[in-house]
């Protein structure tokens, strides 16, 4: 009796071993994730983001005469990507009071349309920006996915917006990390980067970024950045300002 009970426990542990194993196997390389996720990206005509600040707020480094900043905090904001060199965003910002602008950019250029809706007006040229570096080959988001730190699986069975997605986990370079928030961020320290992949096709769908300059009291909650990545190849959503 107790052979039998020991070769069923045998046949249990190997059942699992093997179980484990096959699961193992089939689950893919995370670096092999990003990678395919970045050129979905950068082969895509637009796609939109929905960019959130949660918890402690976080300044911005904001100017629009490239010389003042702005102690601006972001509440919410909705922006579209035009392959491979226009960006339109659609911001809530806190400046004292609430307030809404929208900001356009090509290239090296930007338009600010202050309060939201009102005539666009180009602003100076500001150093090192140029929103084609956002989906440009070895730059941009391509440069910081190929350069996370220890990059893992996190969570094999996350859902987005109720789709099943791979979570991936890595820590990133403050600095490196800036262009995906289009250089409106200064970290001071590194970051964790949450990065999320739907399943079923590959492409990325969300990334929260964790601001640990912000983590060291227990008692407040950190920042984080929760960007989400949705409507690949979808039309035009705005009227871009005359050059």
């Given at each position: 009796m107790k052979n039998r009970i020991a070769l069923l426990i045998a046949v249990a542990l190997i059942a699992c071993l093997g179980a484990s194993q096959a699961q193992e196997a089939l689950e893919?390389?995370?670096q092999a994730l990003l990678d395919e996720a970045v050129e979905q990206l950068q082969s895509a005509e637009s796609f939109r983001l929905a960019i959130e600040q949660r918890g402690q707020p976080y300044q911005l480094a904001l100017s629009f005469d490239g010389v003042n900043m702005l102690p601006a905090t972001l509440q919410?904001?909705?922006?579209?990507?035009?392959s491979p060199d226009e960006l339109h965003i659609s911001a809530r910002l806190r400046l004292i009071i609430p307030l809404s602008m929208d900001i356009y950019s090509r290239d090296d250029r930007q338009w600010l349309s202050f309060p939201s809706g009102a005539p666009w007006f180009q602003l100076p040229a500001f150093?090192?920006?140029d929103v084609s570096r956002l989906l440009a080959p070895e730059d941009g988001?391509?440069?910081v996915m190929s350069n996370l730190q220890a990059p893992q699986i996190a969570d094999a069975e996350a859902l987005?917006?109720?789709?099943?997605?791979?979570?991936?986990?890595?820590?990133?370079a403050g600095d490196a990390v800036e262009v995906l928030l289009f250089g409106f961020i200064d970290p001071k320290d590194d970051v964790e980067l949450d990065a999320y992949i739907t399943a079923g096709d590959g492409r990325l769908a969300l990334i929260e970024i964790l601001m640990l300059e912000t983590a060291?009291?227990?008692?407040?909650?950190?920042s984080i950045w929760h960007i989400k990545f949705y409507d690949y190849d979808a039309p035009r959503g705005f009227e871009a300002p005359a050059s």
């Open positions: 893919p390389e995370p919410s904001a909705e922006a579209q990507v035009i150093d090192g920006f988001i391509e440069k987005v917006d109720e789709q099943p997605a791979w979570r991936i986990e890595a820590t990133a060291l009291d227990p008692e407040v909650d950190p």
